[in-house]
């Protein structure tokens, strides 16, 4: 699965196409070391959690490179969080 990162203005997105529906994870950076999760667009369906998995966890390995925290808004991104107590290093609480 091919994972593409796209900017437009004030806000980005992770996005996989496969064939057939995509899938979104929509971010935006209001400083040089945040990136907040909004939201994650998918159908349901195991094949979109999965492809919504991998989304979330490309943003991880975006925010290690770049020294970015995250804040998880987006429920599904807080749910990954929680299950990946090693992302602690880059997931942010909310408060």
């Not at 496969?18 to 950076?29: C, F, I, K, N, R």
């Not at 492809?51 to 290690?64: F, I, Q, S």
């Not at 925290?69 to 807080?78: A, D, G, S, T, W």
Request: charged share 30%; with cysteine.
């Amino acid at each position: 699965m091919q994972i593409e990162y796209e900017e437009f203005i004030g806000k980005a997105r992770y996005i996989a196409r496969p064939s057939g529906p995509h899938v979104e994870l929509v971010v935006t950076d209001p400083t040089p070391q945040l990136r907040v999760a909004y939201y994650t667009a998918m159908s349901k369906g195991a094949r979109s959690r999965t492809m919504a998995r991998a989304l979330v966890k490309r943003m991880v390995e975006d925010a290690r490179k770049t020294g970015r925290q995250i804040v998880p808004l987006c429920p599904f991104v807080r749910d990954e969080a929680e299950k990946n107590p090693d992302w602690a290093d880059v997931i942010r609480d909310q408060a």
